[in-house]
Nanobody
Framework: QLRESGGGLVQPGGSLRLSCAAS????????MSWYRQAPGKERELVAS????????TYVDSVKGRFTISRDNARNTVTLQMNDLKPEDTAVYYC???????WGQGTQVTVSS
């Protein structure tokens, strides 16, 4: 099971920290990813982190603004989002890649 939290409404230039709590599987064995889906658009891969946390990848549009991290002792993965832009508005999902598990999503809205 995956459960996201931390979404909300923020002004452009602001920050949010999303968290995803995992249970029921071997969290430390799988790549974890954050995706997002904006209204009328396909779901997009935003960031990924390998099982040990030492390797990360990002979509170009968030590089330098978002940071993915994980705590294998607490079975959590986080997405720190800074300098948010209106185009970051979407429902954000975490995914346990090896298992194909998805969370229920958390809404992020960037608007003045």
């Amino acid at each position: 099971q995956l459960r996201e939290s931390g979404g909300g409404l923020v002004q452009p230039g602001g920050s949010l920290r999303l968290s995803c709590a995992a249970s029921g599987f071997s969290f430390s064995s799988t790549v974890m990813s954050w995706y997002r889906q904006a209204p009328g658009k396909e779901r997009e891969l935003v960031a990924s982190i390998n099982s040990g946390g030492g390797s990360t990848t990002y979509v170009d549009s968030v590089k330098g603004r978002f940071t993915i991290s994980r705590d294998n002792a607490r079975n959590t993965v986080t997405l720190q989002m800074n300098d948010l832009k209106p185009e970051d508005t979407a429902v954000y999902y975490c995914k346990a890649v090896s298992y194909g598990y998805w969370g229920q999503g958390t809404q992020v809205t960037v608007s003045s």
